[in-house]
């Protein structure tokens, strides 16, 4: 290419580039007849349309544009496009029209624009989940479920869901699941007492008393330290630090400690107080028998995340009648950041009435609380535990200080 050519095109470029780069307001080029002469007029605003040319005496005159009509960007036409008419059948409108935008509309909820028609989003089969929901634009996406998840439905909402970890819930895995169906759990000797709950609400009352108000950085390594028997090993420790939260940790700690020292006398005796109470809530809540709504409605009643309605049908499969709301209250502690259950079965007391409760079951859960609040039990763990590990925790308190 000669030298010329090449200064012709950098040339051309750079010409090209100057007259399309526009200023602001911007501006387009007019003759003025009665001047005779090119002027740089201002272009007329969104929402607006052009009533007359800029002159050599004034600037450009537009006008708003009239009623159902309009402008979007700015111009130098001298009328305003008419809005849309309304909206077509399985449409609502999503904006009305203004000055300065034309009316949008939308598919209604559960369909999407395909070539001017509203239809419905696509359902994914048993084996898919949903990877992408279906927006009144685009339709819906599905994806087949990957291992370690599965769906058992057809929706156009649920994604695939993780199979259930039978061993978190402290059972026993009969049958793998596949894309379309579940894990499938049964219950063992020693998990069918307590049906796979992490920490009873009598172990939480227990173990409230060795948290304390407010946590310190290093305070599960203290507690380590000063638990009699059979050490916690460090690599415990850290697992339940990086799993669990603050709170968790301290009972997840306590529950590997009394398992590692269960022959221990003061072990043995702790044991044997945290049955006895656990005999005296059964007693209390384990006849209650409550159908499926109850359940339901007991856990809505509960503050904070809500257990799972698919939580709630698994616990009933695998949990016996007079062991499922105990199950349940333990989910909803866990996912409520370990918050603490009574207070929960308080708050959810008040709203009970709403979901007409039998008189017993609301009696039997009074009952429950009083007795785990009781001054008596408060003793006994006092007695039992703190004592047993207070005045070394209060020495490597007071050495902080």
């Not at 992408?132 to 994604?159: H, I, L, Y």
């Not at 990086?242 to 590997?256: A, Y």
Request: glycine share 4%.
């Amino acid at each position: 290419m000669s030298w010329w050519l090449c200064c012709a095109l950098v040339f051309l470029d750079i010409s090209i580039k100057w007259t399309t780069q526009e200023t602001f307001p911007p501006k387009y080029l007019h003759y003025d007849p009665d001047s005779g002469r090119q002027l740089m007029c201002e272009k007329c605003s969104p929402g607006t349309y052009l009533k007359q040319h800029c002159t050599a005496r004034g600037n450009t005159l537009c006008l708003p544009c009239p009623e159902h009509s309009y402008t979007d960007s700015w111009h130098t036409s001298d009328e305003c496009v008419y809005c849309s008419p309304v909206c077509k059948e399985l449409q609502h409108t999503k904006q009305e029209c203004n000055r300065t935008h034309n009316r949008v509309c939308e598919c209604e909820a559960g369909r999407y624009l395909e070539l001017e028609f509203c239809l419905k989003h696509r359902s994914c089969p048993p084996g898919l989940g949903v990877a992408q929901a279906g927006t009144p634009e685009r339709n819906t996406v599905c994806k087949r479920c990957p291992d370690g998840f599965f769906s058992n439905e057809t929706s156009s909402k649920a994604p695939c869901r993780k199979h259930t970890n039978c061993s978190f819930l402290g059972l026993l895995l009969t049958q793998k699941g596949n894309s379309t169906h579940d894990n499938v759990c049964s219950g063992n000797r020693e998990s069918t007492q307590k049906c796979g709950i992490d920490v009873t609400l009598c172990e939480e009352a227990f173990f409230r008393f060795a948290l304390p108000t407010k946590f310190t950085p290093n305070w599960l390594n203290v507690l380590v330290d000063n638990l009699p028997g059979t050490k916690v090993k460090a690599e415990s420790v850290e697992r339940i630090k990086r799993r669990h939260s603050s709170q968790e940790q301290t009972f997840q700690l306590l529950k590997l400690w009394k398992h590692q020292n269960k022959d221990q006398d003061m072990v043995k005796k702790i044991i044997q107080d945290i049955d006895l109470c656990e005999n005296s809530v059964q007693r209390h809540m384990g006849h209650a028998n409550l159908t499926y709504e109850q359940l339901l409605g007991l856990m809505e009643s509960l503050p904070g995340k809500k257990v799972s309605t698919e939580d709630i049908e698994r616990t009933r499969k695998t949990c016996r009648a007079n062991e499922q709301l105990l199950k349940l209250l333990s989910l909803w502690r866990i996912k409520n950041g370990d918050q603490d259950t009574l207070k929960g079965l308080m708050h959810a007391l008040k709203h009970l009435k709403t979901y007409h409760f039998p008189k017993t079951v609301t009696h039997s859960l009074r009952k429950t609380i009083r007795f785990l609040h009781s001054f008596t039990m408060y003793r006994l763990y006092q007695k039992l535990f703190l004592e047993m590990i207070g005045n070394q925790v209060q020495s490597v308190k007071i050495s902080c200080l």
